[in-house]
């Protein structure tokens, strides 16, 4: 009932926003689009949905169905595609477009012109990252919990970045907003496969308890349009604090022989621009708020000094992951990523157009000082482990 209220709904809203002049038996609705390179220039991947298999009136056949053709430029290709499908692609309720990680090395910024001139798609869309794999690899697993993939890591990509942080849900505008910076870099989250096995594009699939599943992963960095690495997962989320788009996630630290995991309620970043010997230099200060959910071992939150102990063991650790990550991103990719070249641009524009043609390599030049500072705001329902023992 579920998947059948799904299709019912985009059906619903195709008739209500009086934005289908087709009829429905003439169309595929198009979930997801996957680029990736071919000999003749670009290889697109459609992942179609299957309404009957959705709805269980053809429980046997395949919930979704791809469509694969090459050319030259995307226009062409996906005009191309009618030679396979008897129905016509309809991109308004597409949720990822995925680029293959090796088309992303080589740079994304005609693709993007496409989507961005051509005015069946709407802006509602996120982009993602193949790791390691293509996109029609990608586009081609049915997944065991939802079966229209696409529909599952949209979802997953959009509730990972609000809870889990090392991910980033971005959509197009953003994306060529940054591109187009002379003073910021951006990143797309990878999505890879889990468990890959030869069932993993049929049904059977579903029926396994540990199938092929796909996993939002890890931040891809770009040096403008290109592809030039990626960052780990500890990387990713300090990039995410520093940049101020942490809503909630959880850590932990070590403390005397305990295990503290903690869950962060509220993050908030200030950025600030001043001069140092006659140059740039950029202060981060990140103010976090948490909560305590596990402890391991004796320790008692209600001694004295306790909680300012943890808070500043916290700190330390943010402070240190945070800078690696800028060193990290310094030192391997060259690739200011961070935005702090457009705070230099507001705060001493006359600075910046001078050293504006040359930001990426002056970035790894600059000093960034970071500092962190953590409060508590709930000690949990008890103040320390219920096997603890008693006096």
Aim: glycine share 6%; charged share 30%; hydrophobic share 35%.
């Amino acid at each position: 009932m579920k998947k059948l209220l799904i299709v019912l709904t985009i059906l619903a809203n195709m008739f209500i926003g009086g934005c289908l002049s087709e009829e429905l038996t003439d169309i595929g609705i198009a979930v997801s689009m996957g680029i990736d390179k071919s000999e003749e220039g670009y290889l697109i991947t459609y992942q179609v949905m299957n309404p009957k298999a959705i709805s269980a009136k053809a429980p046997n056949e395949a919930p979704i169905v791809l469509y694969t053709e090459s050319g030259k430029d995307l226009f062409q290709t996906i005009r191309k595609i009618t030679k396979q499908s008897p129905r016509k692609m309809y991109h308004s309720h597409l949720r990822t477009v995925i680029f293959g990680e090796e088309i992303a090395k080589e740079g994304i910024k005609e693709m993007l012109d496409f989507f961005v001139r051509e005015h069946e798609y709407r802006t509602d869309f996120y982009f993602l990252i193949a790791k390691e794999t293509t996109a029609h690899n990608i586009l081609k697993v049915i997944t065991p919990l939802e079966s229209v993939s696409q529909m599952e890591v949209y979802s997953a990509l959009e509730r990972s970045a609000k809870v889990w942080a090392p991910t980033k849900a971005i959509k197009i505008f953003e994306l060529v907003n940054k591109i187009i910076s002379d003073g910021d870099n951006p990143v797309i989250t990878g999505v890879e496969i889990l468990n890959p096995n030869d069932k993993s594009d049929s049904n059977d699939n579903i029926k396994l308890s540990d199938g092929t599943k796909l996993c939002v992963t890890s931040l891809g960095v770009f040096k403008k349009d290109k592809l030039v690495g990626w960052l780990s997962e500890n990387e990713s989320r300090s990039y995410n604090y520093i940049i101020g788009e942490v809503e909630s996630t959880v850590g932990d630290i070590e403390y005397e022989q305990n295990h503290i995991s903690f869950e962060v309620i509220k993050a908030e970043s200030k950025r600030k621009v001043y001069m140092l010997n006659g140059k740039p230099a950029i202060n981060v200060e990140i103010n976090l708020t948490h909560d305590i959910n596990a402890t391991t071992g004796d320790l008692d939150l209600t001694e004295e000094n306790v909680i300012e102990k943890l808070n500043d063991k916290i700190e330390e650790k943010l402070t240190i992951l945070c800078n690696n990550a800028v060193k990290r991103v310094k030192e391997d990719f060259g690739t200011d990523i961070f935005g702090f070249g457009e705070y230099i641009h507001r705060a001493y524009p006359k600075l910046w157009k001078d050293i504006k043609d040359d930001w990426n390599s002056e970035f790894t030049k600059l000093p960034v000082n970071i500092n962190v500072k953590v409060k508590i705001n709930n000690l949990g329902l008890g103040t320390k482990s219920i096997f603890s023992k008693g006096d």
